[in-house]
């Protein structure tokens, strides 16, 4: 099974930057499409970002579209997404997700996913 660790979560003020990534285990990461979902307190865990295999196509949710990017390493097996203007809507545990196929925003396609990461935005 693929194993997804995340990490580059903490504390940051709003309008700031975080930068997180994900590390896959194995030799086929290049196989996989990758996203990032993430889940505030009380609430569905919802769509962020994916990438497809190779990198050149990308999706993202309306409400990070023009501050958050998605992006992909596969020769070092990592994925990352960088967070930028953030707001304290933002806050929330990120995960990383890796799905066999073409990308998706559909959570249950998702073949293997992280621990998740805490990301905290203060106003």
């Known amino acids: 099974q693929e194993q997804l660790v995340e990490s580059g979560g903490g504390l940051a003020q709003a309008g700031g930057s975080l930068r997180l990534s994900c590390a896959a285990s194995?030799?086929?990461?290049?196989?996989?499409?990758m996203g990032w979902f993430r889940q505030a307190p009380g609430k569905e865990r919802e769509f962020v970002a994916a990438?497809?295999?190779?990198?050149?196509?990308?999706y993202y949710a309306d409400s990070v579209k023009g501050r958050f990017t998605i992006s992909r390493e596969n020769a070092k097996n990592t994925v990352y997404l960088q967070m930028s203007s953030l707001k304290p809507e933002d806050t929330a545990v990120y995960y990383c997700?890796?799905?066999?196929?073409?990308?998706?925003?559909?959570?249950?396609?998702?073949?293997?996913w992280g621990q998740g990461t805490q990301v905290t935005v203060s106003s």
């Open positions: 997700a890796a799905r066999e196929s073409f990308m998706s925003k559909i959570e249950y396609e998702y073949d293997y």
């Open positions: 990438i497809g295999r190779s990198g050149g196509l990308r």
């Open positions: 194995g030799r086929t990461f290049s196989n996989y499409a």
